[in-house]
């Protein structure tokens, strides 16, 4: 196979260069003033200027994205073959050489490049890019999904749904323009970041690099990214594009699998998933990325009805749409839509892709397709004026370059650190406390720490790569920094690896807390991609059951055996049912990925130093039985119940304790009657009443009583996080519009009923949470 895939490519090759051979004819002078040139001349005039002097293979070369050399070289070094159809982690273009790269460069046939892993790499490749005829620059992109984490020496800022947890847009805001400035400083300029998929499925690998299950929340979150990477309209020199991904609701596949199909009705898509696209549209995303799967039997990547008629003529999309990894491929290879890939790049450009994410065989099919009257050559055009725009936007055309002498004063620096930090001590979820925490230290002399995620690097989470020792603070590294120096902190080292827990290890672990006050065990899975044979989380890490893996949960149920309080911490990336857990031990913390600084946040939380402030942005079932459990859902879904077990979540949206208490009033409407259509004022008095200052996060839901179509039993519309001193009240007023009350009727067409909604609002999800007033639309 790989002697066949080396003859296409050095005939593409060759085929390049004849495409290419006009290119070499046309003179490199008279552009040189040309107005595309000018930064003085309106981008507009600039993108037209330049496209009217591209040939159709330099502007379908635009269009055409590769894979980084140091990336590619990683993957060469891999001791297993690639197949490239399947995996979605390493490229390798067999047959193609280092050189025959730069040769596509300097002939205008590569547009962009992803994952180019240092400053100096992505350099050397825009000076390739300044001997074309154009001098035009490469885009690079980066999958920034919470830091430039991919970067060795980064900044590694909570998962994104850790940073859900926080529930605090403005800092989600923060932690993405410092996400771009680390990625400016190093070359990138193209996040793949925000994902916006809306997770239902905690089976679903990716649900850690998700904002969580709501739309609504994600919206708030995706549109706080998408302002922080790209600033106002990509007017500054550490702005960067911003990619909402991955169109559409690939985040409830059928089987739990990545990229399994997804049979969906138009009303969850449009009450669902659409929401998030259309909100983080309006707020300016420049770029969307198609999804792997496929919607009712029509692929992502090649459905004019979702890239076309909703995203941009519907949802009003103005950007540039690129593929995933080598899904333009998969539409012959795997869904079978097509018999050969220059019919699937007919399909996918026709329906509205704008770039092929990665490799050869994208630039000859399309030139053939135009050539042959199939596509036009405007529709190329629409392509490459967007792509053309980004690169005028982001200054690339003035300086591509990056000063590497400058890197280490903008990476890791005290003001992002100090933000890395104040993320992941937000983002905790105290789950459980039965007077347990904070560690009364006048009373706890001896802590035993152990369980396999208690000193690794799993807080980093997915879509990070190996950072060096010193930049990470592990939960044992953060316990010894933070514990008071009367409290002898003991650790057992049973290893690095969820996977790896033995019967000694736990026999040894249960014998050494003999001569302990507590215990600390700090267990959950790993999304490490650069540990791929111990990885349990992450892309395309799918699991058919939510319970600990291998014998973590055998390890806390011995330690609990001894008597001890036990502290079980979980530092995971997806819902786990942890329903024995929840039971029986007296306090459980949800520490999700918290990142580079989440060792120390977790010690902050554990011995009182911060009052913990996070709230659950997904529903953790109890077992995988259960799925798909999220809080807004129909009226019927608990209709009946289970036999044999509990029914319903083991702990619900918004839910998250503090050491504080707080109280809240009744909510109190500005209008109990009024004209539908028209806003409403809602009012909540909540008291801190107790002696410690403490932030709660104020959730406002909504519930339509009787409708013409089935309704979800509750739907967040709002929420504020609030600060409160010891016996303060804050009365906090949100306004609800014509959005917290309309829906899709019979006919799918938007509308507002009259009759009576319940307005609720409280601490969490959970109606013993919530308090309610009636409000009647007239």
């Given at each position: 196979m790989r002697v066949h895939f080396r003859v296409f490519v050095i005939c593409t090759l060759v085929a390049l260069f004849a495409i290419n051979l006009l290119n070499s004819c046309q003179s490199v002078e008279g552009h040189q003033n040309a107005d595309y040139l000018d930064a003085k001349v309106p981008m507009e005039q600039r993108v037209e200027d330049l496209l009217s002097k591209m040939t159709l293979a330099e502007k379908v070369g635009q269009m055409s994205q590769y894979v980084g050399l140091f990336h590619l070289k990683k993957s060469a070094d891999l001791n297993t073959p690639i197949d490239m159809m399947a995996d979605d982690a390493n490229a390798f273009y067999p047959g193609l050489s280092g050189k025959d790269l730069y040769d596509l460069i300097k002939t205008g046939n590569i547009g962009s490049f992803l994952h180019v892993l240092t400053a100096k790499e992505a350099n050397e490749l825009q000076k390739a890019a300044q001997q074309t005829r154009l001098k035009i620059p490469l885009l690079i992109g980066i999958d920034a999904i919470h830091g430039n984490a991919l970067y060795e020496g980064a900044t590694v800022y909570p998962t994104p749904l850790s940073l859900a947890s926080t529930w605090d847009p403005g800092l989600v805001r923060k932690v993405a323009q410092q996400t771009a400035r680390e990625m400016r400083a190093t070359?990138?300029?193209?996040?793949?970041?925000?994902?916006?998929?809306?997770?239902?499925?905690?089976?679903?690998?990716?649900?850690?690099?998700?904002?969580?299950?709501?739309?609504?929340?994600?919206?708030?979150?995706?549109?706080?990214?998408?302002?922080?990477?790209?600033?106002?309209?990509l007017s500054k020199p550490d702005n960067v594009l911003a990619c909402i991904k991955h169109f559409v609701a690939g985040s409830e596949p059928v089987n739990g699998l990545n990229a399994s199909p997804m049979d969906v009705s138009e009303r969850t898509l449009?009450?669902?998933?659409?929401?998030?696209?259309?909100?983080?549209?309006?707020?300016?995303?420049?770029?969307?990325m198609a999804a792997h799967n496929e919607i009712n039997g029509d692929p992502c990547h090649g459905s004019k009805y979702l890239l076309t008629d909703i995203l941009r003529n519907e949802m009003g999309f103005d950007g540039f749409v690129v593929s995933d990894w080598m899904d333009i491929e998969r539409l012959k290879t795997v869904h079978r839509v097509v018999d050969s890939q220059k019919e699937a790049c007919y399909l996918t450009v026709d329906a509205g892709m704008d770039m092929h994410m990665h490799g050869p065989d994208f630039l000859e099919p399309v030139v053939e397709l135009v050539s042959e009257g199939r596509l036009s050559e405007e529709r190329i055009n629409q392509s490459v004026r967007k792509i053309l725009e980004a690169k005028f936007r982001l200054g690339l055309f003035e300086d591509p370059f990056v000063n590497e002498d400058k890197i280490a004063g903008t990476m890791r620096n005290p003001e992002h650190m100090t933000t890395a930090l104040e993320a992941a001590r937000k983002s905790i979820v105290l789950l459980k406390n039965e007077d347990v925490l904070p560690i009364m230290v006048d009373k706890v002399k001896n802590i035993l720490i152990t369980g396999p995620n208690v000193n690794n690097h799993t807080l980093m989470g997915d879509w990070s790569f190996e950072q060096p020792k010193d930049n990470i603070t592990t939960v044992l590294e953060g316990f010894e920094m933070i514990k008071p120096k009367d409290v002898k902190l003991n650790h057992y080292d049973m290893g690095n690896q969820v996977t790896e827990v033995t019967d000694q290890h736990i026999a040894e672990a249960v014998s050494m807390s003999k001569t302990n006050d507590m215990i600390v065990v700090v267990v959950g899975s790993n999304s490490l991609r650069y540990e791929s044979k111990f990885k349990t989380n992450g892309e395309n890490i799918a699991r058919d059951n939510l319970n600990l893996i291998g014998k973590q949960q055998?390890?806390?149920?011995?330690?609990?055996?001894?008597?001890?309080?036990?502290?079980?911490?979980?530092?995971?990336?997806?819902?786990?049912?942890?329903?024995?857990?929840?039971?029986?031990?007296?306090?459980?913390?949800?520490?999700?990925?918290?990142?580079?600084?989440?060792?120390?946040?977790?010690?902050?939380?554990?011995?009182?130093?911060?009052?913990?402030?996070?709230?659950?942005?997904?529903?953790?079932?109890?077992?995988?039985?259960?799925?798909?459990?999220?809080?807004?859902?129909?009226?019927?879904?608990?209709?009946k119940k289970y036999k044999w077990s509990k029914t319903g979540p083991l702990y619900p949206f918004g839910h998250g304790l503090s050491y504080s208490q707080f109280e809240y009033g009744d909510p109190v409407l500005s209008h109990n009657e009024l004209e539908a259509g028209d806003p409403v004022l809602v009012s909540i008095a909540v008291t801190n009443t107790s002696d410690r200052a403490g932030e709660e996060v104020v959730q406002v839901y909504v519930q339509d009583l009787y409708s013409s179509v089935t309704r979800p039993m509750k739907e967040l519309k709002a929420f504020e996080r609030v600060s409160l001193a010891p016996g303060e009240t804050k009365t906090v007023t949100f306004e609800l519009g014509d959005e917290a009350f309309a829906f899709y009727d019979l006919n799918m067409k938007k509308t507002i009923e009259t009759g009576d909604f319940l307005v609720l609002t409280g601490s969490s999800s959970a109606n013993e949470d919530l308090k309610s007033v009636k409000l009647t639309l007239l």
């Amino acid at each position: 196979m790989r002697v066949h895939f080396r003859v296409f490519v050095i005939c593409t090759l060759v085929a390049l260069f004849a495409i290419n051979l006009l290119n070499s004819c046309q003179s490199v002078e008279g552009h040189q003033n040309a107005d595309y040139l000018d930064a003085k001349v309106p981008m507009e005039q600039r993108v037209e200027d330049l496209l009217s002097k591209m040939t159709l293979a330099e502007k379908v070369g635009q269009m055409s994205q590769y894979v980084g050399l140091f990336h590619l070289k990683k993957s060469a070094d891999l001791n297993t073959p690639i197949d490239m159809m399947a995996d979605d982690a390493n490229a390798f273009y067999p047959g193609l050489s280092g050189k025959d790269l730069y040769d596509l460069i300097k002939t205008g046939n590569i547009g962009s490049f992803l994952h180019v892993l240092t400053a100096k790499e992505a350099n050397e490749l825009q000076k390739a890019a300044q001997q074309t005829r154009l001098k035009i620059p490469l885009l690079i992109g980066i999958d920034a999904i919470h830091g430039n984490a991919l970067y060795e020496g980064a900044t590694v800022y909570p998962t994104p749904l850790s940073l859900a947890s926080t529930w605090d847009p403005g800092l989600v805001r923060k932690v993405a323009q410092q996400t771009a400035r680390e990625m400016r400083a190093t070359g990138s300029h193209w996040a793949f970041s925000p994902n916006v998929d809306v997770a239902r499925d905690p089976r679903w690998g990716r649900v850690g690099e998700t904002f969580g299950e709501d739309p609504y929340l994600v919206s708030a979150m995706g549109v706080a990214m998408v302002k922080g990477l790209q600033g106002e309209g990509l007017s500054k020199p550490d702005n960067v594009l911003a990619c909402i991904k991955h169109f559409v609701a690939g985040s409830e596949p059928v089987n739990g699998l990545n990229a399994s199909p997804m049979d969906v009705s138009e009303r969850t898509l449009r009450e669902i998933y659409f929401p998030p696209y259309q909100k983080t549209i309006e707020a300016g995303a420049f770029t969307a990325m198609a999804a792997h799967n496929e919607i009712n039997g029509d692929p992502c990547h090649g459905s004019k009805y979702l890239l076309t008629d909703i995203l941009r003529n519907e949802m009003g999309f103005d950007g540039f749409v690129v593929s995933d990894w080598m899904d333009i491929e998969r539409l012959k290879t795997v869904h079978r839509v097509v018999d050969s890939q220059k019919e699937a790049c007919y399909l996918t450009v026709d329906a509205g892709m704008d770039m092929h994410m990665h490799g050869p065989d994208f630039l000859e099919p399309v030139v053939e397709l135009v050539s042959e009257g199939r596509l036009s050559e405007e529709r190329i055009n629409q392509s490459v004026r967007k792509i053309l725009e980004a690169k005028f936007r982001l200054g690339l055309f003035e300086d591509p370059f990056v000063n590497e002498d400058k890197i280490a004063g903008t990476m890791r620096n005290p003001e992002h650190m100090t933000t890395a930090l104040e993320a992941a001590r937000k983002s905790i979820v105290l789950l459980k406390n039965e007077d347990v925490l904070p560690i009364m230290v006048d009373k706890v002399k001896n802590i035993l720490i152990t369980g396999p995620n208690v000193n690794n690097h799993t807080l980093m989470g997915d879509w990070s790569f190996e950072q060096p020792k010193d930049n990470i603070t592990t939960v044992l590294e953060g316990f010894e920094m933070i514990k008071p120096k009367d409290v002898k902190l003991n650790h057992y080292d049973m290893g690095n690896q969820v996977t790896e827990v033995t019967d000694q290890h736990i026999a040894e672990a249960v014998s050494m807390s003999k001569t302990n006050d507590m215990i600390v065990v700090v267990v959950g899975s790993n999304s490490l991609r650069y540990e791929s044979k111990f990885k349990t989380n992450g892309e395309n890490i799918a699991r058919d059951n939510l319970n600990l893996i291998g014998k973590q949960q055998q390890l806390v149920e011995a330690l609990h055996a001894t008597g001890k309080p036990v502290i079980v911490v979980l530092v995971n990336g997806r819902p786990l049912g942890v329903e024995w857990i929840a039971e029986n031990v007296p306090a459980v913390i949800e520490a999700w990925e918290p990142g580079s600084a989440g060792g120390q946040a977790i010690a902050e939380v554990v011995f009182g130093v911060i009052n913990p402030s996070g709230k659950l942005p997904i529903t953790i079932p109890r077992n995988v039985g259960q799925v798909p459990s999220y809080y807004n859902h129909k009226r019927a879904h608990y209709v009946k119940k289970y036999k044999w077990s509990k029914t319903g979540p083991l702990y619900p949206f918004g839910h998250g304790l503090s050491y504080s208490q707080f109280e809240y009033g009744d909510p109190v409407l500005s209008h109990n009657e009024l004209e539908a259509g028209d806003p409403v004022l809602v009012s909540i008095a909540v008291t801190n009443t107790s002696d410690r200052a403490g932030e709660e996060v104020v959730q406002v839901y909504v519930q339509d009583l009787y409708s013409s179509v089935t309704r979800p039993m509750k739907e967040l519309k709002a929420f504020e996080r609030v600060s409160l001193a010891p016996g303060e009240t804050k009365t906090v007023t949100f306004e609800l519009g014509d959005e917290a009350f309309a829906f899709y009727d019979l006919n799918m067409k938007k509308t507002i009923e009259t009759g009576d909604f319940l307005v609720l609002t409280g601490s969490s999800s959970a109606n013993e949470d919530l308090k309610s007033v009636k409000l009647t639309l007239l």
